[in-house]
């Protein structure tokens, strides 16, 4: 098995670390066998040099570049991404409603390799931080958007960091899809990405479509996915829903997703043994999910 090692690990796994740094250019300091600030400062530059994310952890992915294997891929966990787990993260929303978009949701990660640990759970928080019931929605009418006596939207209608041209811009081309994409430059950028030519500047209420929906959600965080992943490697979820959001907006949301999803989804990375105290409680944590899954479903059922 391929140790995990960080900051406080010491051991022979640590002297074949440092050896290993040491040997690509990456100087440790002493090879003593601890993992302290100088190893792991050296780990820090040689995942920067390698493209990896800089968390300071060596897990299998680090290992493997270290050796010379792998592509730098962290390891997928989309199929352990089910309904009910989603149902988890997701407390207000129906069980159908959750079923009839997760595909669209999990497609379009896929199709930008954005199906490691981190990135899974930033999409399902953004989502939540945007659309309670999982499902993408249109932004509202709201005092950040509306003046008072103004017409719908039309705070946006000149935001020229958004490309916005004037009226009818800022309604034309306010927020959609699961993650909110507005303005008339992303509406066209991500278009072109697409595929799509100007066909989502022309049609913007395409943006709702779950299918290209979630393709948009994976095209917006995979832009972003660097800074993203340096920012949830720190712990900082703030950043993290900064640097979609561009605010704080949904961030009780977010966060209460997040947290929810770290508990219950493994990491591959760094599993945690079965035997240990925190194995235990990851198994007592699925468990759990699974029961109130099954019983909102008999719920639904019921009533419908």
């Known amino acids: 098995m391929i140790p995990v090692l960080r900051r406080g690990a010491h051991g022979d796994e640590v002297e074949l670390l440092q050896k290993n740094l040491s040997a690509a250019g990456f100087s440790p300091g002493r090879i ?20 990896l994310l800089p968390d ?17 891929r962290l390891p997928d966990v989309t199929a352990s991404v089910t309904i009910g787990f ?50 993408p ?26 490309g916005n041209e004037g009226p009818p811009d800022g309604r034309r081309y306010r927020g959609r899809g699961f993650v909110q994409l507005t303005g008339r430059a992303n509406y066209r950028t991500y278009g072109e990405a697409l ?14 479509e779950p299918a290209l929906a979630g393709r948009l959600l994976g095209a917006f965080l995979a832009e972003r996915r660097r800074p993203i992943g340096e ?19 949904g961030l009780d949301r977010f966060t209460d997703a997040w947290r929810i999803g770290d508990r219950l989804l493994d990491d591959p990375a760094a599993p945690a043994p ?8 990851a198994r007592r944590q699925r468990g759990a999910a699974a029961s109130m899954a099954a019983a909102r479903a008999v719920t639904a059922a019921m009533s419908g």
């Open 195 to 208: 595929g799509l030519g100007t066909g989502l500047v022309l049609e913007p209420e395409r943006a709702l």
């Open 56 to 72: 300071g952890v060596a897990g299998p992915v680090t290992w493997h570049a270290l050796n010379g294997r792998g592509d730098g």
């Open 137 to 162: 929605v249109e932004e509202a009418v709201s005092r950040f958007n509306t003046s008072p006596e103004g017409h719908p939207f039309d705070l946006y209608d000149y935001r020229a960091d958004l």
């Open 274 to 281: 079965a035997g240990t105290a925190r194995g235990r409680a």
């Open 231 to 249: 920012a949830l490697a720190e712990g900082d979820l703030a950043r993290a829903r900064r640097l979609v959001n561009g605010g704080t907006h």
């Open 86 to 135: 989603v149902a988890e993260l997701f407390p207000f929303a129906p069980l159908g409603v959750i079923r009839r978009h997760l595909p669209a949701v999990l497609t379009g990660l896929r199709a930008f390799a954005l199906t490691d640990r981190s990135m899974v759970l930033m999409a399902l928080a953004t989502i939540r931080a945007e659309s309670e019931g999982f499902a």
């Open 32 to 51: 003593d066998g601890r993992f302290g600030p100088a190893t792991e400062a050296a780990l820090l530059a040689f995942q920067r040099s390698r493209g």
